[in-house]
């Protein structure tokens, strides 16, 4: 039985994607997202994924609706 997981690095590769697109490092949008910076590490590094909250919270800082953020993660997904 297959069981679809979602892939982590894919998720903090598109993250660290939009947070360079903006200019951002992860000191500013750790903190624009009152998030820690090592828990934004983590997740862009693939080793943590962000919670629905989290995640909400790093978009809103990006000022990019998590709409388009999932869109270009499924794009990634699918390479």
Do not use: N, W
Not at 13 to 40: F, M, P, T, W
């Amino acid at each position: 039985m297959y069981i679809p997981t979602l892939d982590p690095a894919a998720v903090g590769r598109v993250i660290a994607y939009y947070r360079q697109k903006r200019g951002l490092s992860q000191e500013v949008l750790s903190g624009l997202a009152d998030i820690g910076r090592s828990h934004l590490s983590a997740i862009e590094r693939g080793e943590r994924k962000p919670t629905l909250e989290t995640f909400y919270r790093i978009c809103t800082a990006l000022d990019v609706k998590m709409s388009t953020v999932i869109e270009t993660l499924e794009e990634e997904l699918d390479k």
